[in-house]
C-alpha cells in the first residue's frame, strides 16, 4: 500500500522556520510528483509546492505557488524516501495543516494522501 506521512509541524513565532517531512513507501512506480498542500481553518485546501521524481530520483523540476516563492524551498533526499518542505519567513497566515501528496507526473489528480502536520505561527 502508497503510504505518506508527514510531520514537522509545530508553533513557530512569525519570522521563524521550520522544516516538514513526508515519508512515503510502498511506491510501485519510479515516477512520480509529491506536492505539499494546506488548509487553513475555514478556508479550501490549496497547493503549496510540488517536485518531481523520475526513476526513483529528483529530476529538478518544482513549482511553487506564489506566496511560497522565495521563501519555502521543496526537496528530496535520494537515499530515503522523504520529501522536505523548508518554510522560512512564516507568516501567520501560514498558518495551517500540511500535507503531503503523491501523483504521477504534473497535472495528475494526487491519488495518495498523507495525514497531515499542523503549522501555527504567531504573531
Known amino acids: 500500500d502508497v503510504q505518506l506521512q508527514a510531520s514537522g509541524g509545530g508553533l513557530v513565532q512569525a519570522g521563524g522556520s521550520l522544516r516538514l517531512s513526508c515519508e512515503f513507501s510502498g511506491f510501485t512506480f519510479d515516477d512520480y510528483v509529491i506536492g505539499w498542500f494546506r488548509q487553513a481553518p475555514g478556508k479550501e485546501r490549496e497547493g503549496v509546492s510540488c517536485m518531481s521524481v523520475i526513476d526513483g530520483r529528483a529530476d529538478g523540476r518544482t513549482f511553487y505557488k506564489d506566496f511560497a516563492k522565495g521563501r519555502f524551498t521543496i526537496s528530496r533526499d535520494n537515499t530515503k524516501n522523504t520529501v522536505y518542505l523548508q518554510m522560512n519567513r512564516l507568516k501567520p497566515e501560514d498558518t495551517a495543516v500540511y500535507y503531503c501528496?503523491?501523483?504521477?507526473?504534473?497535472?495528475?489528480?494526487?491519488?495518495?494522501w498523507g495525514q497531515g502536520t499542523l503549522v501555527t505561527v504567531s504573531s
Open positions: 501528496a503523491a501523483a504521477p507526473r504534473f497535472g495528475a489528480q494526487y491519488d495518495y
